[in-house]
Structure formats: structure tokens, C-alpha cells
């Protein structure tokens, strides 16, 4: 069992929310949901850094990339937008990518990342998408390292990337246990489990590029009348949705 979720209050004001995980574990589905449901008062850029895959900007419209895919360039560019976000007090989500490349190379270009933010008045969040594998937790186990240790971190468990069959905390018992992920729960991270969403309709959102609200209300991107799903799919979206928000609220004061 996870233990109780007693998140931050982080007050309000802009944020810098860091999503990072490697490929395949949910990082594109949680900004995704995070962007569509952004509170209207507080918007925020999204910005798709990793170099080699940035899916995100295939599903929205407007997101921010660096011009090229080099890690050390992208780390740069990453650089300067978190120093426009400072500058402006602007919030933005960041979609790090899955590999120890641009994030390790601005940390370790910027080593106190997290008091430079701090101090601009901008709160850094990071949060971290993980799948059943053990080695998800390799990501976590290098940026705590380095130093960014954010007062605000959560582990986001992806209970859509378990066995079905099996009870999600029997799925990921192997990465609960674990010393890194004990060791980021003791310095204060927050755990929390990404609802399941059936695999064949997400496949169906992807393959539409549907938004999560068009697939919920049957509705179509423009110039695609047909790309809508059935009713049973949509009811499916609908309460995937509805767990989401309840799933994210500890978070409320981290996400724009």
C-alpha cells in the first residue's frame, strides 16, 4: 500500500513543472491531460524538450521546441526559456524526455537549478512517470543525485502499464520496495497512481489524435467528421477522466 498522500501547499504563484520518465510511461498522456485542464487563470507554456522523440506536439497546439535535437543545445534552449519564465513569472510544463541527456546536462550546467527558480520566485516541480520495470526508476535515482529534489515531487505510478489481471501494488511491488523509491519518499516525494485507461481506447485516441475532452463528448478534430468514439468508449474516457482529477488533486497547488 502507498502510504497517505500529504502533499505541499505551494501557495500559488508560477511553476516550472519538470515531467520526466523514460519512454513509454506515461509522460505524454499525464501532460497531455494536465494542458487540456489547465485552470483558466493560470496558464502556462509546454514545452517539449526530449531529443529524440516529442510526441506532445503532435496532440496540441502551440507547444514550444528547441530547434534541434542535440542534447547540450537543447539544454541550452531549456535554459533560456526557464529564464524567460523567471523573468516573466510564467508557469510552464516541461516534457524532459526519457533519458539522462538534456536534463543531466542542465543540471549539470545549472547545479543549483532548484534554488535558482526558488529564488525567482517561480516553484519548481518535478514529477515522475513509472512503469512496473525497476529501471524506470533509474531516471529518479540520477536527477536526485545531482541535486534537484524538489519540495515538490511526486512518483506517479502508472497502474495502465500493469498486468491487469494482478492488483497494481502485487504489479509494481518490486519498484515500491525499492531503495531509490524509499529513498525519494523519505525526503518528502509524494506517491500517486495514474488511473488505468483502457488500453484499446487509448490506442484509438492516439490513432485519431483526439483530445481526451473530444474523445469524452463524441466530438471530432476539424476536418476528420468520422474520428469520434463510439458511446461505450466515450463513458470509458468520461470516468478515466473523473479518476484523473481525482487522482491529481493532492496536486492542485503544483499544476497551472
Not at 500500500?1 to 500529504?6: C, F, G, K, N, Y
Amino acid at each position: 500500500m502507498l502510504p497517505a498522500v500529504s502533499a505541499v501547499d505551494l501557495g500559488g504563484g508560477p511553476t516550472a513543472v519538470f515531467v520526466m520518465g523514460p519512454g513509454r510511461s506515461g509522460k505524454t498522456t499525464l501532460l497531455r491531460y494536465v494542458v487540456e485542464t489547465m485552470k483558466p487563470d493560470r496558464p502556462a507554456l509546454a514545452a517539449a524538450l526530449d531529443p529524440h522523440n516529442r510526441s506532445l506536439a503532435a496532440f496540441l497546439n502551440s507547444v514550444e521546441q528547441p530547434p534541434t535535437h542535440e542534447p547540450a543545445g537543447v539544454a541550452r534552449w531549456a535554459e533560456e526559456l526557464l529564464a524567460f519564465v523567471m523573468a516573466e513569472q510564467h508557469s510552464t510544463l516541461l516534457d524532459m524526455g526519457g533519458g539522462d541527456l538534456s536534463m543531466g546536462r542542465l543540471l549539470a550546467d545549472v547545479p543549483d537549478l532548484v534554488g535558482s527558480l526558488e529564488g525567482a520566485g517561480v516553484h519548481p516541480v518535478a514529477l515522475y512517470t513509472l512503469s512496473p520495470r525497476v529501471d524506470d526508476l533509474g531516471i529518479l535515482a540520477s536527477y536526485e543525485a545531482q541535486g534537484f529534489q524538489p519540495k515538490a515531487t511526486a512518483l506517479i505510478l502508472n497502474a495502465g502499464l500493469a498486468d491487469p489481471t494482478v492488483p497494481r501494488e502485487d504489479a509494481f511491488a518490486r519498484v515500491l520496495r525499492h531503495s531509490v523509491f524509499q529513498a525519494a519518499l523519505a525526503r518528502g516525494a509524494v506517491p500517486l497512481w495514474m488511473p488505468r485507461l483502457d488500453a484499446t481506447v487509448a490506442a484509438e485516441i492516439e490513432g485519431k489524435r483526439l483530445r481526451f475532452g473530444q474523445a469524452r463528448d463524441g466530438q471530432a478534430p476539424e476536418g476528420q467528421p468520422d474520428a469520434i468514439l463510439g458511446p461505450f468508449n466515450r463513458s470509458r474516457v468520461r470516468k478515466w477522466m473523473s479518476d484523473m482529477e481525482a487522482a491529481l488533486a493532492p496536486l492542485r497547488s503544483w499544476l497551472p
